[in-house]
C-alpha cells in the first residue's frame, strides 16, 4: 500500500513539475520590451476614426459644476485632432509607466470619463474605473495633457459632450 502511495504522490508532482516547467516556458517567450507602451483598450472601436482639423487652441474656460447641459451624445461626436489614430498615438508618446507599479506587476484598463467643452478643452477628468492609485493618476494627467479637441455639435452648436476613453497598462 504505502508503494502504491509513493508511486501516486510521484505522479502528482511530476504532474505540478510539468505545469510549472510550461508555465516559465510561456514567460520566457514574452520578450519584455525597455519602455512598456499602454494602448488603447481592445474595445474602443465604437469611437470611430474621424478626421478632423485641429481645434484651434483657446483659454479654457473656468470648469463647471452644473452637469445638467452635458450631452452624452451628440449629432457630431466632438474630435481629437487627426482623429482616432493620432490620439492612440499621443497617449502612447505621453504616458509614462510608474516605476512602482511595474515593480509591482500592476496592469490593467483605466477607464477615464471627461467632458469636450464648447471650446474644445477638456474639463472633469475623472476615473469611471480604476486599477491602482499610480496608474488611475497617470491616465488623468495624459487626458488634461490633450491639445483641444473639435468640440461636439448638437444642431450646428458646439456642445459640451461627455466622453469615455479607456487606456490600457500592459507590461511588455
Avoid: C
Wanted: net charge negative; proline share 8%; charged share 25%.
Amino acid at each position: 500500500m504505502t508503494r502504491t502511495r509513493f508511486i501516486l504522490y510521484l505522479i502528482i508532482v511530476l504532474i505540478v513539475l510539468i505545469f510549472a516547467i510550461t508555465e516559465i516556458a510561456i514567460n520566457l517567450n514574452d520578450k519584455p520590451q525597455d519602455k512598456p507602451i499602454p494602448e488603447m483598450a481592445e474595445d474602443d472601436s465604437y469611437y470611430g476614426d474621424q478626421q478632423t482639423e485641429p481645434a484651434t487652441e483657446t483659454e479654457p474656460e473656468e470648469p463647471f459644476t452644473d452637469e445638467s447641459d452635458v450631452s452624452d451624445f451628440a449629432e457630431v461626436d466632438p474630435a481629437f485632432p487627426g482623429g482616432e489614430s493620432a490620439m492612440i498615438k499621443f497617449i502612447q508618446e505621453n504616458v509614462t509607466y510608474p516605476e512602482l507599479s511595474r515593480e509591482m506587476g500592476e496592469q490593467g484598463t483605466v477607464y477615464v470619463q471627461f467632458v469636450v467643452h464648447t471650446d474644445g478643452s477638456i474639463q472633469n477628468v475623472k476615473v469611471l474605473k480604476g486599477v491602482s492609485e499610480l496608474l488611475d493618476r497617470e491616465a488623468v494627467r495624459v487626458i488634461k495633457k490633450m491639445p483641444n479637441w473639435s468640440p461636439g455639435k448638437q444642431d450646428g452648436e458646439p456642445v459640451r459632450v461627455r466622453y469615455q476613453i479607456p487606456i490600457n497598462f500592459r507590461i511588455a
